[in-house]
């Protein structure tokens, strides 16, 4: 009956202990986060904006006034339910894509060197927030004017400053 229980008792432990190998070597560990809830669903917003003026700048489309408009309302609204180090990312955000929005679309340069400077936001907040960077790719491209780097959810470079001249120009760079 001991030496039932005893192997009971031993196996229990190795799963235990074998549990924590499951992560496949390469999978990185999830960074943990206490960012409160209504924070974390405005910076998902903003984020989402975000990318949706990424990707028209990246088709040479530079009419972004209304996502830059919802971009600085939700940073806003994030910031209000914030954790300190992540408010002044956020103001800057809001800040920078309210600039955006007031450019006429004519000046595609004028244009993408603002949204470097959202682009210099995104990349503080999500350095401030590594449970933020899952799915979020990090590129530069060293022919950019102004900031040179940008987040993408998609894999392969469509970058924002250069668009249609040269959409995959640049690499990936790190947090």
Known sequence: MIGKAMCWGVALVALIAFSGC????????PAASSLPAPARSNIQSALAAYEAIRAELARDQTNVRGRALELAGAATLAHNA??????????????SAQTLATLTTEDKKEVRKAFGEVSRAVVALLAAEPSLQPGRHLYECPMAEGYKKWVQVDEKIANPYMG???????????Y
């Open 82 to 95: 914030a954790p300190e180090a992540l408010r002044p990312p956020l103001q800057d955000l809001s800040a």
């Open 22 to 29: 499951s992560r496949k070597a390469d999978q990185p560990e």
């Open 164 to 174: 249609s001249q040269m959409l995959e120009c640049g690499a990936e760079a790190k």
